[in-house]
Structure formats: C-alpha cells, structure tokens
C-alpha cells in the first residue's frame, strides 16, 4: 500500500498524529534513514519562538538521553537548538495509555494493577539514580506496550529536572503538571525532588488498586487543596480488598510532606513486592508480562491464586500463634471469595482456641482471689458467684447449678483437663500441708500484672508488632503492653535495617521500663550499568563487576563512624577494560538501592 506522508522534517516522514498534548503534537513516523518506525514528539508552534519552552523542551532530550531502561522510552534524536522546529524522536510504542487501557480493559483486582505500578517504580529507581525526576507523573505519561513484547513504559520528562546539573530552570509563575498527581510542595512553589516522584506515583497507586484518585473533587482548586491538606479516604474504605500492608504504603506515598514518605522509590518496590507476594505473585516482572499477555486469563486465574496464598500464609501464622495475623488472611480470604467454604471452619476453630485462652484466664483470676486470702467457696457464699460465673457462660461453658457451694462444684463446670483452683483435681494433696481459713490451702501465685515497656527506635519502626500484630508504625516511640500471662514477642521493623525482634515476660518489661533500639543497618544494593567487564571498587576495595551488579545487586555496607548510620556518601571507582577509570560520589542508603553508569568519557580525578 502506498504510504501516505502529511510532511517530511528532516529525515523523519510524519504519517499519522497519534496524539497532542499542552507542549507538542505527536506523530507516528518513519526514519528514512534506518528504515525504522518512530514517534516524533513536534513542539506547538505558538511555544516554539519561547526561549523557556525551547529550553523546557531541549532539557527534556538531554534528560530522557542519559537513561537507559527498559520502562522508559527511548530518545533517538533530537533537533538541536539551533533548529527552525524543535522536535523530538523517541522509538514509537505500539499500544495505549494506561489510563486508556484502565478504562478499556481494565485489573478487577488490587494486586492485578499494582503489577503496573511495580514496574513504573522500577523505572523510577533508574532515573531517580542518574539524577533525574519526572516532576509529572500520570497514567496519560505512562505507556502500555501490548503484542509480542508486552511492556510498560515511563514516557514524558518534559518537566523533569536534572538533579545533579547546575541547570536550575525555574518556572516561574508557571504551574506544570495535573491536578491530581501533583505533590504539595510542588503546587506551594516549594523545591521538588525525588520524593515529589514517590506522591504522584502513589496517586497512581491509589487509582490501581481502587479505580479512583485519592484527592478527586469538582475542580481543579478543590483537587489541589484536598492534596495540600493530605485528605483522602482510607482505600480500604474504598474497596475493602485493599491489604493493610498496600493501604499503609499507600498512606506514607500521600504525606503532605516529603520528610514523611518513603525515603526512595526502592523502598515502594521493596514494599510492593511484599504486598504482591502474600496473594502468590513473587515473580512481579513474569507475572506483568502475564497479565499483558493474556489480560482476561490473568484475571480469571488471579481469585484460585490468591485465595491458596492467603490461605496457606494464614495457616501458618496460626500454626505460630499470631491468630491476628491469621485472622486478617482469612478476612482477605472472604473478601475475594465470600462464598469460601473452608474460611469458617477454620474461624470456628480460631474462636475455640480463644474461648479457651479466656478460660484460662478466669481460672488465673480464681488463683488470685486465693492469693488475696479469699477463698472460694467464702466468695459463693458471699453472693459473688454470679459475678465470677458470668465470665464462664459467656464462654460456651455449662453454668453448672444455679447455686455453686463449693469450688468443686466450680471445676465440675470445666471442660476435661482444666480444674479450678482449691479444687482436689487442681492440687494433689503434700503431707504436713497446712489449711487455711478459706478452705482452699495454700494461696497459688498468680502472674501479676500486665507492664509498659516504652521502647525508642532509631530511625524509627515503619511497623510495631506484638505477638505478630501491629501495634504501631511511622513511629519512633513505641510503647508495648506486655502481658503476665506469657513471654511475648516484641519486633520492630524499618525496610533500611535488619528487623529487631525479642521475647520477655511482664516482669522483664517492668525491670526495664524502656529500652533504646538502634536498627542494625542492612547494607545498601549497587547496581552498575554499562560494560559487564567493568571492575567496581569501593572506598578502594572491590567489591565486584558491573555484570555481576547487573545479575544481583553488589552489597555495601553503608561507612560507619557519621552522624548517621543509615546513609553515607562513598567514593566508587569505575574501571572499564581498555579505558581510564572513573570515580564517583554515591550516596548510600541502607536497605535502598543506587545505580550508577560505566564512564563513557575521560576520567574523573
């Protein structure tokens, strides 16, 4: 078929415009040179004789340039600055938006579209690691590459600003970017930096899993000053199969101020890839491919899925005694598949366990009545064996006769196996064992009361647990109440450090009163694009190659001996085969993760 051209600029034939935005037009075009299809990314003409846009748009080549990644799209050329029409080509991507692809084919579950929202963390990890922000971050910006090579891509960083580059282009006066993806600081004219990235895409992150914007109202003022105010519905409250985990995540993305997000878009990865691995998807990068693949059998299969991997985790948090934890799966559980015909025996079983947990409680408060010098047969006598019965028949336990005279008339009121105390069951008889006025012999110690323990945690606990249940999180004073029936466990967790974890009693807890933790810092990931054959040293000790960097992150520990252990810049030398090395500064962050590229120039003293 004849090939019908709208105009030739330069090289590039223009068949097609595919779409425009408030700075170009885009086409769908043809390198004539290489024979290759491409997108031309044209700037309106109106914006063309602006010095600022041309600036804008020529930083948006030079930016787009130094990445290289697979979730981005990829610049092939650029007009130049002295050209009568700034334009840009990028390889062209066959497919839709994902707001398009939202709408027309959409992810019926949370974890399905979060699939998406893994990958554009990843693109961000690469870019935010070559010093470059996106600064307009939405799904129009995002692209879905369907057919033989499924994909998506990051696309658009006409607004992004190079962090490592002396060009401070301020827009002044101006406000760029949309609505409902802007972070506070941006729309106050405040600096933006990485963390801005990290809102917006937790916008996105919102949308994904519940198909509505956190910060939607009738206008764009009332849109803005909703996200300036931080106020959003709980996604829970949205849709109920929203996780605790993905909800919590959601939330610290949404921080009105950027202090109080994620510190880097390698933790939202991180903390993404344990919200998808409790419905069974471990594999996130095979399983977008999947999804892209095969949308309808993606969704078909992921309920079956989800359902085992739910069911299995809260079996085995049962099996640890965290019936919390346990109960939260099945409750997912019957979010997805309410008709599950396992879940409720496996509550009935839950509710068993605890009604006797609670009746061994009450026995531990017949114990310590003894201890106060109250017997209990006295305690019947004196009116009070409704009040201590009552507890019983709330249980499920028999009332036994209406009037109990004695404790063996209590413990004849037990399940098989628990006895009250006093009782003969209870105690057998010791010789030379005195009486005493109650009847019941000699008092039997009860636990004691419950303590505090205040405990401060340096940087702070992403989460608190007790028992497997969280207890707190974004703090850094947690406060425990420790129980006298048991040793329990304490554990603190933060995604840059090892989790601290320790079990004590009450009595324990109450000797300390507080205890200060410092998170043992996990080393932080390095990844080095560029030449696999290139040797990476650290502070002069190598540590690997960037083939190696490339399979598995290297591991580096962050310096310690400053003022903070949790983050440190380092000097990292680059030596390439056949070519000078080339040192860089790094900053470390524990937990998180860097990636560097190979030099391609001269080397830096």
């Excluded at 929203?242 to 991180?270: G, I, K, Q, T």
């Excluded at 309808?296 to 809260?314: D, N, Y």
Aim: glycine content about 10%; aromatic content about 4%; charged content about 20%.
């Amino acid at each position: 078929m004849e090939r019908r051209v709208i105009r030739m600029l330069g090289r590039y034939e223009l068949l097609e415009q595919v779409g425009s935005g408030g700075m170009a037009v885009v086409y769908r075009g043809r390198d004539s040179a290489l024979d290759r299809e491409v997108a031309v990314k044209l700037l309106h003409p109106h914006l063309a004789g602006s010095a600022e846009s041309r600036a804008r748009f020529a930083r948006e080549a030079r930016a787009v340039a130094r990445l290289a990644h697979p979730g981005i799209v990829e610049i092939f050329d650029y007009a130049g600055d002295g050209a009568p029409e700034a334009y840009l080509v990028t390889e062209f991507i066959r497919g839709r938006t994902l707001r398009a692809y939202a709408q027309q084919v959409g992810f019926a579950y949370p974890e399905v579209g979060l699939l998406v929202g893994r990958a554009l963390c990843e693109a961000l990890v690469h870019a935010h690691s070559a010093g470059v922000i996106h600064r307009d971050l939405k799904p129009e910006n995002v692209l879905v590459q369907e057919g033989a090579r499924p994909a998506v891509k990051l696309a658009d960083f006409g607004i992004a600003r190079i962090l490592a580059s002396d060009e401070r282009m301020t827009m002044t006066g101006a406000l760029v970017g949309s609505p409902h993806h802007m972070a506070p600081e941006i729309v106050e004219g405040r600096e933006a930096d990485a963390r801005s990235d990290l809102f917006s895409l937790g916008t996105i992150l919102y949308w994904l899993a519940t198909g509505r914007f956190p910060f939607a109202a009738g206008n764009p003022t009332a849109i803005l000053r909703r996200a300036i105010e931080g106020d959003f519905d709980d996604p829970r409250e949205v849709d109920p199969r929203v996780s605790n985990r993905l909800a919590d995540l959601v939330r610290r993305c949404l921080m009105v101020e950027p202090a109080d997000r994620p510190a880097s878009a390698a933790e939202v990865r991180e903390a993404l890839d344990l919200v998808l691995a409790e419905v069974g998807l471990v594999r996130p990068e095979d399983e977008l491919v999947a999804l892209l693949s095969d949308p309808a059998g993606f969704k078909e299969a992921f309920p079956a899925r989800a359902v085992a991997a739910l069911l299995a985790r809260g079996d085995a948090a049962l099996a640890e005694g965290a019936s919390a934890r346990a109960l939260s799966c099945y409750d997912r559980v019957l979010a997805l598949d309410p008709a599950n015909a396992v879940v409720p025996g496996k509550l009935r079983a839950l509710s068993r366990r605890r009604r006797l947990r609670r009746l061994a409680g009450v026995v531990a408060a017949l114990a310590l009545l003894g201890a106060a010098g109250v017997g209990v047969a006295a305690l019947w006598r004196s009116g009070a064996a409704g009040r201590v019965a009552s507890p019983l028949s709330t249980l499920g336990v028999p009332a036994g006769p209406a009037v109990a005279t004695s404790p063996g008339q209590v413990a004849a009121t037990l399940p098989d196996g628990l006895t009250a105390p006093g009782s003969a069951a209870s105690e057998p008889p010791r010789a030379g064992r005195p009486a005493s006025a109650g009847g019941v012999g000699r008092p039997v110690p009860g636990p004691g009361p419950s303590a505090a323990l205040t405990v401060f945690v340096r940087p702070y606990a992403q989460r608190a647990l007790l028992d497997g249940t969280e207890v707190a999180s974004g703090a850094q004073v947690v406060r425990f109440e420790i129980g006298a029936d048991r040793p329990h466990t304490i554990q603190v967790e933060h995604a840059c450090c090892a989790p601290f974890v320790r079990q004590l009693s009450a009595a324990e807890a109450a000797a300390m009163g507080e205890l200060r933790v410092p998170l043992v810092p996990r080393p932080a990931r390095l990844r080095v694009e560029g030449d696999p054959a290139t040797r990476v040293l650290v502070e002069g000790v190598l540590v690997g190659t960037a083939g190696e960097s490339q399979h598995a992150p290297l591991a580096v520990a962050v310096p310690a001996g400053g003022d903070n252990p949790y983050e440190a810049t380092v000097r990292i030398v680059l030596e390439p085969p056949g070519g000078p090395p080339r040192s860089v500064p790094v900053k470390l962050r524990a937990g998180g993760e860097v990636t560097v590229a190979t030099p391609t120039a001269e080397a830096t003293p």
